[in-house]
């Protein structure tokens, strides 16, 4: 049984125009071209510490002919790349970060269901640490990932600035 979502998803507008688009997002993430896992962010809370992200999966996505020929999944570890993202996107916008986030670890990943071309994956986000110290900065950021009403991952990340 999958956990309760981080924040409840009923009282946002998924259809709105996103808060930060393609372009907003690629002014703070490095990743260009088959990279680019995030694609808008709906909705955020800066003192709540929660966003809502997504990623439109296309039929053309690099890794669909070959995983799994005849029926594209989206690998989990793009999945993840998509949630480190997230974080990255969300850590330097709302603390006005400089520099490179970088994605430090996994405490823990699970794949609940599948991702297809067509689908809409939502990226809900929780940073549940931030330490700022003199040389560097740590973030742990929880993320859930939700297609079409169902939890199809959850996981744990970590990063640190570079």
Do not use: C
């Not at 709906?42 to 929660?50: I, N, P, T």
């Not at 690998?75 to 850590?91: D, K, N, R």
């Not at 709302?94 to 996994?106: D, K, M, N, S």
């Not at 990932?145 to 996981?155: N, Y």
Request: glycine share 8%; no cysteine; charged share 25%.
């Amino acid at each position: 049984m999958p956990p309760p979502l981080l924040f409840e998803l009923s009282q946002i507008d998924l259809k709105a125009k996103p808060v930060f688009d393609r372009e907003a997002i690629d002014k703070l993430n490095p990743q260009r071209f088959e990279m680019q896992q995030l694609d808008g962010i709906l909705w955020y809370d800066k003192d709540k510490r929660l966003i809502l992200g997504y990623k439109d999966v296309k039929e053309d996505e690099f890794w669909s002919r070959g995983h799994i020929p005849g029926r594209p999944l989206m690998p989990g570890v793009i999945m993840v790349e998509a949630a480190a993202q997230l974080s990255s996107f969300f850590v330097k916008q709302t603390y006005e970060l400089e520099g490179f986030i970088g994605f430090a670890g996994i405490g823990s990943a699970k794949f609940r269901s599948v991702v297809e071309p067509g689908q809409r994956l939502y990226l809900l986000g929780h940073i549940t640490k931030f330490k700022r110290r003199r040389d560097t900065t740590h973030v742990t950021t929880s993320v859930q990932g939700i297609v079409d009403g169902t939890m199809v991952f959850e996981t744990v990340i970590s990063g640190m600035q570079f």
